[in-house]
């Protein structure tokens, strides 16, 4: 594959930042009926935080902000983002849960060359759906990612969405030790089981925080886990929560339930209504309090609950004609050949094959090849004791059922597999291209669990 080499030598000081602080700053020009010129001009740098109090730490952070600054743009507009990379190695971006064109999809080798430090590269696409997405590299993810370099990518409803207020909520862990540095992103014998955990929640980078929240509204909360690892099982005791939609993708609003289980990469988006001033309610993973929700007085009138979102332009696959395909998600462990020195150890696969992301031939060897504009159906069985959140690049897929819990059919990006659970999904291969399909256990991906499928 060739590459017309779109980044050019910016230099440390090159490019002019029109706009921006010191660590970058939002930077909006609203032109959005164009491809030309750019909405945000994003610089990845590092930068130094107190994520332990008392204690440095220097995070790689996106415009200034780790996680990311919060990038939005309108359905139905271009997004133009010029990326500059002030980071020591060379990065992507890529664009997770978004449907565009394979050149923009970020993927090192397959879809563009890494953007070296100095570097910039000119993202720009049009975005179809609206809802809640993130952004973050396809190069050395389980530092990068781990490091801080994740952001949220709202793409508001073209018509509005009938809620007045609205808050984005991006839950990480850091892999810190007690005086605020790193330790290892991914450790082998954790990458062969459930992935290795950070060990320090936050909530828009700040351990444990309280965020107010107007009393009496109905509040719109993007909820985005960007964690390496960790299945977050979301509640809200005491809360009147509604599901609005999963993974961008409206669904008919129904309750939250007691926890819903929101693996790496999945968002959800929720009403909640705000109590009475005065009142703090808890946002919880499990029994762990990851921040607290208080409320204010609002000089408003109470709100109520919105209709359900509008749905995104998404085609429906036709099941009766769909041809079916298996994924099996394995274990490897017995397979792996430890070739020495440097070498990534393969601890998963997917049909038999292992992802090597040393490799930079893998992606010439599709898993799967699918026919432009068909119809298909996805069983995807995984035949491990640790769960998976599968997830597609380029395309939405619909899940249809599973062999252990109750599905209501819904489209989504990222489908989080049980252990020993066979789910059934489908899709229509509307986008051509070569899709990256891995799981978003970073270290999972990283020692084996990813795959390419190609669509022509
Ligand atoms: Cu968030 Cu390859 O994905
Ligand atoms: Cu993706
Ligand atoms: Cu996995």
Known sequence: MSFTRRQILAGLAGVAVVGLGAGGARYWLGRPADSAGHDYELIAAPMQVELVPGHATEVWAYGGQAPGLELRARQGDWLRVRFINHLPQPTTIH??????????????????????????????????DAGTFWYHPHTSSAEQLGRGLVGPLIIEEREGSGFRHERTLNLKHWHLDREGAFSDFSVPREAARGGTPGVLS???????PTLELPAGQVVRLRI????????????????EVRIYALDGHPIQPRPLGKEYWL??????????????????????????????????????????????????????????????LRFNFEWAGALSADTGEGAVPTFWQINGQAWDINDKTCVERPIATLHKNGHYIFELRNVSQYQHPIHLHGLVFKVLSSNRKRIEPYFTDTYLLGRNETAQVALVADNPGVWMFHCHVIDHMETGLMAAIEVV
């Open 95 to 128: 664009w997770h849960g978004i449907r565009l064109p394979l050149e923009m999809d970020g993927v090192p080798y397959l879809s563009q060359l890494p953007v070296l430090p100095g570097e910039y590269f000119d993202y720009r696409f049009r975005v179809e």
């Open 202 to 208: 936050s909530l828009n980078g700040v351990h444990a």
């Open 224 to 239: 985005l886990n960007l964690d390496n690892t960790l299945t977050y099982r979301l509640n809200l005791p005491d809360a």
């Open 263 to 324: 693996g790496p990469g999945m968002r959800i988006d929720v009403g909640l209504r705000v109590p009475e001033a005065g009142r703090e309610l808890a946002l919880r993973n499990g029994p762990l309090r990851l921040g607290t929700l208080r409320s204010v007085v609002a000089g408003e009138a109470p709100g109520d609950w919105p209709a359900a979102l509008p749905a995104n332009p998404v085609a429906e696959p036709d099941l009766a004609r769909a041809q079916k």
